[in-house]
Each structure stands twice: as C-alpha cells, then as structure tokens.
C-alpha cells in the first residue's frame, strides 16, 4: 500500500476519536515490505473496527421503551374487615356517606351506580344464602326492599315493578349465589293539583334495571346493588353482567 492509503486510515481513525498507537521503531515505509506493510495496515484496520463497534454498543444509546400492556377496564374493591371482593369501573369513583358499606358512582351518568348492604352482624345467623327461600323468593324480597326505600310521599307517583330473573350459581369458591334482576319505572305528574284529570297525566319519570347479587359468610348477608338506566343496561350489559360474576365473599377472623 502506497504511503497516501496509509495516511488516509490515519485521518480516519483521528476523525473517529482514538490516539493509534505508535509503532516500536520508526522505520521509513520504503524500508518495509508491501506484505509487511499490508499486513501492519490490516491490524490498524481490525482496531479501528473493533473501537467503532464498541461504540455502537454502547449503553450511552438509548434503548427502545417496552411496550406496555393494556390496562383493564376494571379495579378490585377488597374490603378484608367485613369479607367481599368486586370489580368496579375504572372510571368510577367512590362516595362517601351514601348510607352502603361501600358505594361507587358513574361520574357521567349520576343513576348508575354499584353498592354493597351488608346484615348486622349482631342480629344475622344465616348459614346459607338458602335461607332466603327460593331465588325467586329472594327476588320478591329484593323488589320489595326497593320498593320501600322509593316510597314517595309527593302526590301522583306511581311506581311499576316486576321481577325479570332469579337464579342461583355455585362460583369458583364453591359457594352459592343468588342473582336477581328487576326493572321499576316510576310515573309523576308535574300538575297533580289540576282540577281537569285530563291535566294530571302521569309521564314517565325513570326507568332503571336493578341488578343484585346475593351470598353468604361469617353469618351475615350480602348483597352487591347494581343500579342503571335500562337504555344505559342495553349497551354496558356485559360489564354489568363481568361485575355481578365477581361478587365473593369470604371468611373473616374475629
């Protein structure tokens, strides 16, 4: 190789940042034999090589962030002192006060909601939620229940109910659950003090789906309310339905 290539890799290996380097004797290029100098060149060339690529490989690059996974659409409600378990929305949020033993809220949709009514642990035996009777008594019981805490005392409201499912399972715990549907549209008239009846025409007010889901431990009753408007049921049925189906309850110490 001519003395100019020999200069060339020098400029190149400058350009690149790294000291070469210098050989034991300085002896004149004229001196050395073209496959010695070939030789000496292909060793500069191999360190060249080898420091570039360690450049590339090093840490200083940053590296491509790992994908991550997509979240779910639900978070765990776990209450350990009382004895259940379920999945709620995400995007709901809690509310304090509202009379349950826990009571979340869609903060879009204010009449969609899921609550949790515990028995006192004071006046309950219960050993089984066959206790109730049959899943059709305890949906009369449930409707019922409801039907009391909407009593109204304005004039002109009316309320129709009725019980649409009532069924039992045995869940992966091996525990049995009653699950109830109902459906109540309550009617009021905005001039029930007109005179004319033709004036106190009753209109629909609401018109909701109650989902419930009942179980057993520690001697008390459970039951998971779930409350919304059956337009709202129609598209979020199978939420709905993935809620229900987490309900449990378990054993707690005393």
């Known amino acids: 190789?001519?003395?100019?290539?020999?200069?060339?890799?020098?400029?190149?290996?400058?350009?690149?940042?790294?000291?070469?380097?210098?050989?034991?004797?300085?002896?004149?290029?004229?001196?050395?034999?073209?496959?010695?100098?070939?030789?000496?060149?292909?060793?500069?060339?191999?360190?060249?090589?080898?420091?570039?690529?360690t450049l590339t490989l090093s840490p200083l690059v940053p590296l491509q962030p790992a994908t991550a996974s997509p979240s779910s659409n639900f978070k765990e409600h776990i209450d350990n002192f009382d004895g259940y378990t379920f999945l709620y929305p995400r995007?709901?949020?809690?509310?304090?006060?509202?009379?349950?033993?826990?009571?979340?809220?869609?903060p879009q949709v204010l009449d969609e909601n899921i609550s949790v009514e515990i028995s006192s642990p004071s006046s309950s035996k219960y050993k089984s939620v066959e206790d109730l009777g049959s899943p059709q008594d305890a949906?009369?019981?449930?409707?019922?229940?409801?039907?009391?805490?909407?009593?109204?005392?304005?004039?002109?409201?009316?309320?129709?109910?009725?019980?649409?499912?009532?069924?039992?399972?045995?869940?992966d715990d091996g525990r049995m659950y009653y699950e109830v549907e109902v459906n109540i549209k309550s009617y009021a008239s905005n001039n029930e003090l007109a005179v004319m009846p033709e004036d106190r025409v009753q209109k629909l007010e609401w018109d909701r789906r109650y989902l419930s889901v009942l179980g057993v431990e520690n001697k008390r009753l459970y039951e998971l309310r779930l409350q919304t408007p059956e337009k709202v049921f129609t598209m979020e049925e199978n939420d709905l339905r993935e809620i229900m189906n987490s309900f449990r309850v378990f054993e707690t110490k005393d």
């Open 91 to 106: 995007s709901w949020i809690q509310v304090r006060g509202a009379g349950a033993d826990v009571f979340f809220r869609d």
């Open 139 to 171: 949906a009369e019981r449930v409707l019922r229940q409801y039907l009391t805490e909407f009593m109204s005392t304005r004039l002109g409201v009316k309320r129709e109910s009725n019980v649409l499912t009532a069924s039992q399972r045995v869940a």
């Open 1 to 53: 190789m001519t003395t100019a290539g020999v200069g060339a890799g020098l400029t190149t290996a400058s350009a690149a940042g790294f000291l070469l380097p210098a050989p034991a004797c300085a002896i004149p290029w004229r001196h050395v034999s073209t496959r010695a100098a070939a030789g000496h060149n292909e060793s500069r060339r191999r360190f060249v090589s080898t420091m570039l690529s």
